[in-house]
């Protein structure tokens, strides 16, 4: 016997209703709830382009947006160091802001390299200012996150990696206050957070709501981590996922240039996608690559072809 879909649905709506009524909540915010469920209940992706992979260290920001919209992307993750350029050069943020509204792109993202996770105090405190400034910046631009690597621990001792978390927890308070996620990345070529279970660690010890994760293909290759560990995560702590490949090279060997539009090297890049499809990713892709021979093709036509890529070996 069929049952009327209609009819589960007010059933399901009732249900709610008694629930909102048990929890002492209101109507409206559970069935708002349920719609937001329903609304995301397929994979709504946004691709995004990480600007080095058109060398946007050379490329104007300005320029920057205009080639994402023509190449059709639908949201930006730029380098604060090329908003600084802008700036100097007699640019304002909201000017810039405005560009990448009336282009039809959000701020999805920005790099920034401020070393919070440093162990000696006063440095600590130091890299917290600078942070802040950070944020400020990408809220001011429109934006909500940005990354959080393990700058200044690259080289050096080994950290405690409980130490570390209640650095990332300082972190976190921080751009809560600002309103700017910061998303712990995984750099494989560095001491320290080289692996998804270091980053996964500390994220965990910093024993904070907002806490989550940056994944990277060619830093989980680089630095040895599993890709089936993807699984460990929930998908909603995974707000951008870095999009990449890489030729078939040693990991010691391998470099940031040599990575490569996404299907072009050997990265089991379908199956990670649908570990962490299965844990309940919906988030944004961003092509992030520093190859030295695709800088050299016009920049627009770098872009699209990366955009290309990139949703090539998304699952259906």
Known sequence: MKTDKNHLRLQRRDLLLATATALALSPTELLSSESHLESTGDKQLKYCLNTSTIHGEVIP???????AQKAGYDSLE??????????????TLSDLRKRISDAGLTLESAIAFAPWILMDETAHKKALEQAKKEMETVVALGGKRIAAPPAGAVEGEILNLDKAGERYRALLD?????????????????KNLSKLSEVL??????QHPDACVLPDVYHLYKGGSNFNDLGLLAGNKIPV???NDYPDMPRDKISDADRVYPGDGIAPIG??????FASGFNGVLSLELFNREY???DPLENATVGLKKMKSVVPA
């Open 271 to 276: 199956q990670v996608l649908k570990t962490v």
């Open 174 to 190: 921080l751009g809560r206050s600002v309103g700017c996620l910061p998303m712990l990345e995984v750099w494989g070529f560095s």
């Open 295 to 297: 800088w050299k093709l």
């Open 78 to 91: 730029i380098w604060l160091r090329d908003v600084d350029k802008y700036t100097t050069g007699g640019g």
């Open 201 to 206: 660690h500390v994220a965990a010890a910093s």
């Open 241 to 243: 996922f870095h999009m």
């Open 61 to 67: 920001i300005v320029e920057q947006v205009s080639i």
